[in-house]
């Protein structure tokens, strides 16, 4: 399995920007893709999630209202929809995939799935 980030870049707070996951190397569209960031000196801390196979769709609650994540597995890309950024956003974005999922979410353990290389996101005020 191979994922590849990509989207990120420089936005002024109060601007939107949309990360794509590449994904290949699985066989069907049953699998789950997690979005993850992680800033310097800060844990990482998860984004949102969803199965592929039927759109299901998870957001910490720390993270509903200003990310959208959707998929196209046509083109085998999972989408992150950022909006109202804030200088507190700036990360390295990173996405995760696995045909398992955690028991109460659907989202790949970050122990076991698969990772992308990662793309910085940089927001200013």
């Known amino acids: 399995v191979q994922l590849q980030a990509s989207g990120g870049g420089l936005v002024q707070a109060g601007g939107s920007l949309r990360l794509s996951c590449a994904v290949s190397?699985?066989?069907?569209?049953?699998?789950?893709v997690g979005w993850f960031r992680q800033a310097p000196g800060k844990k990482r801390e998860e984004i949102s999630c969803i199965t592929v196979s039927d759109g299901t769709t998870y957001y910490p609650d720390s993270m509903r209202g200003r990310f959208t994540i959707a998929s196209d597995y046509a083109k085998n890309t999972v989408y992150l929809q950022m909006n109202s950024l804030k200088p507190g956003d700036t990360a390295v974005y990173y996405c995760?995939?696995?045909?398992?999922?955690?028991?109460?979410?659907?989202?790949?353990?970050?122990?076991?799935?698969?990772w992308g290389q990662g793309t910085l996101v940089t927001v200013s005020s």
């Open positions: 190397g699985f066989t069907s569209e049953h699998y789950h």
């Open positions: 995760t995939a696995d045909t398992q999922r955690l028991a109460n979410r659907p989202c790949p353990d970050p122990r076991f799935a698969s």
